[in-house]
């Protein structure tokens, strides 16, 4: 899967909640995670999902 985003969102996601793209990207690779709809966010113009699993680094900070 190949993963494009706006090289400006990426940079302001990385300074409001300390995790880039490329990392969060990894949860996807996770066998155990778990994929949910997002209905706080989605419109019936788009739909939005949030998935929950461990990415590749082991620190949080």
């Known amino acids: 899967m190949v993963f494009k985003w706006d090289p400006l969102k990426a940079t302001a996601n990385l300074a409001k909640h300390g995790v ?3 990392e969060a990207a990894t949860v996807l690779n996770d066998t155990l995670s ?3 709809p997002d ?3 989605s419109s019936t113009a788009e739909l939005r999902f949030v998935t929950i699993g461990m990415s590749v680094t082991e ?3």
């Open 20 to 22: 880039d793209f490329h």
């Open 59 to 61: 620190f949080w900070w």
């Open 34 to 36: 778990t994929t949910y």
């Open 39 to 41: 209905t706080d966010h």
